[in-house]
């Protein structure tokens, strides 16, 4: 009798999926322009976007542009492994290490080796493992369960979130240093209905794919239907409309698929997906809770954190991110230098007109007096983030 065996599971992957990418809105090639910088490189990337954005696709390509491309690319999803099991599947076991463990076994870590290793959904891992993540980014190398010999590693890491990672770094879910870590180089994959300009190419892209795979003769999109997909506000983004087009090939009759063959999803925008944090009441429970916890530098923490979050936000566009947040863009830059998440350009260098900010109590008056950089409570109403005093205090 023959075993059925089922294929690697991984090379599996990167048979199935298409391997063609579509970048087609102008904030798509953008993106493709950061991934195109950053793929060469050996830094580890941290890919934020909602579900099915791409995240996945994002690494692989990734992978492929870099110079590990001909070593392994392995996925794993962090909220898919059991809280007891994650260690030794990450970082292997000795044999004998646990009930069960009959044999040594390699973890992922070290089965990926001279290629990447892709952590989905990295807001999962339970804390302890967090610290020792950090450890194994830190030393470069892996402990196995049941041993004490280290075992040098050589991976790129890319790591994934749908979560914002900073609220749960603020919230004490997620540690600071191991966010640090996997946030060297960051790539904020947009949801489709901020795409728009992708949803067209993405259907025809899945039109032909799904079309040769089922053997469909060519099938063309109604204007009814075009305007359907344009209108939908996709939350399950790129997977969605792929399963829509897949779907509508499945049951269309002839070769142009109408809007009553688009099963379009009717599930509203989950609560995360909507502008977030806009309702003052959530703005003001988050606050509250971070004071009940407390701990050292609040204020500057929660500081740090709004402008990460929006110069990120922004693509790293630091006009945007001052119209983003109603400031000017020297106070941005000012900030955005003194967190150190931007330099200081050689010009602010020699005329050191970048001075970083004392503690952040006093009043704007006296802070105008005494060069100091301007803070989040001087500029939380918007009558004074516009103010022109903005501009005089700076002196531009
Ligand atoms: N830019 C793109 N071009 C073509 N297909 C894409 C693109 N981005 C995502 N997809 C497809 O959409 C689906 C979801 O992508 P995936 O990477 O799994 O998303 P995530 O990891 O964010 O949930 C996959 O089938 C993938 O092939
Ligand atoms: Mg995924």
């Given amino acids: 009798m023959s075993l059925l065996s089922f294929p690697d599971p991984s090379a599996m992957a990167l048979s199935i999926r298409a391997s063609a990418l579509v970048f087609e809105d102008p904030n798509s090639k953008k993106l493709l322009t950061r991934i195109r910088l950053l793929a060469p490189s050996d830094v580890n990337v941290l890919i934020i976007g909602e579900t099915g954005t791409g995240k996945e696709l994002v690494a692989r390509h990734i992978h492929a542009l870099s110079a590990r491309r001909h070593g392994p690319f392995l996925a794993v999803n962090c909220g898919a492994l059991s809280e007891t099991l994650i260690e030794s599947e990450l970082f292997g ?53 049941g041993s004490h010999t280290p075992i040098p590693i050589d991976v790129r890491l890319i790591a994934a979130t749908n979560v914002k990672l900073e609220e749960a770094v603020l919230a004490g879910r997620f540690r600071e240093d191991l966010y640090y870590r996997l946030n ?11 795409r728009p300009g992708d949803i067209m190419p993405l259907a025809r892209h899945f039109l032909r794919f ?43 009759r002839n070769r142009t698929i109408t809007p009553t063959e688009l099963n379009l ?35 500057a923490r929660i500081e740090h954190a709004l ?39 050689e010009k602010e260098l020699l005329s050191n007109s970048v001075k970083p900010s004392p503690a952040p109590s006093k009043s704007r008056r006296s802070l105008s007096n005494s060069g100091a950089t301007p803070s989040l409570a001087d500029w939380l109403t918007p009558e004074t983030a516009k103010s022109e005093a903005t501009q005089d205090w700076w002196g531009y």
């Fill in 93 to 145: 076991h000795e044999k004998g290490a646990f009930t069960g463990a009959i044999t040594t076994k390699r973890g992922w870590f070290e089965a990926a080796s001279g290629g990447t290793l892709f952590l989905d959904e990295i807001g999962d891992l339970p804390q302890a493992m967090q610290v020792k993540l950090l450890r194994v980014l830190q030393e470069r190398e892996v402990v196995r369960v």
């Fill in 184 to 194: 060297v180089a960051a790539l904020n994959l947009l949801p489709l209905r901020q």
């Fill in 210 to 252: 799904y079309g040769q795979r089922l053997g469909c003769p060519e099938t063309a999109l109604s204007p009814d239907a075009e305007q359907a997909l344009l209108q939908h506000s996709w939350p399950g983004n790129i997977r969605e409309l792929e399963n829509v087009i897949h779907h509508a090939l499945l049951i269309a």
């Fill in 307 to 345: 402008f990460r979050a929006a110069y990120r936000h922004c693509n790293g566009n630091q006009l945007a991110t001052a119209r983003l947040l109603g400031l000017s863009r020297h106070v941005v830059r000012a900030r955005l230098i003194q967190y150190g998440i931007v330099q200081r350009n």
């Fill in 265 to 299: 999803s009717t599930l509203p925008l989950r609560e995360r997906q909507t502008p977030a944090g806009t309702a003052p009441e959530d703005l003001d429970r988050v606050l509250e809770s971070l004071c009940e916890k407390g701990g050292p530098d609040l204020y």
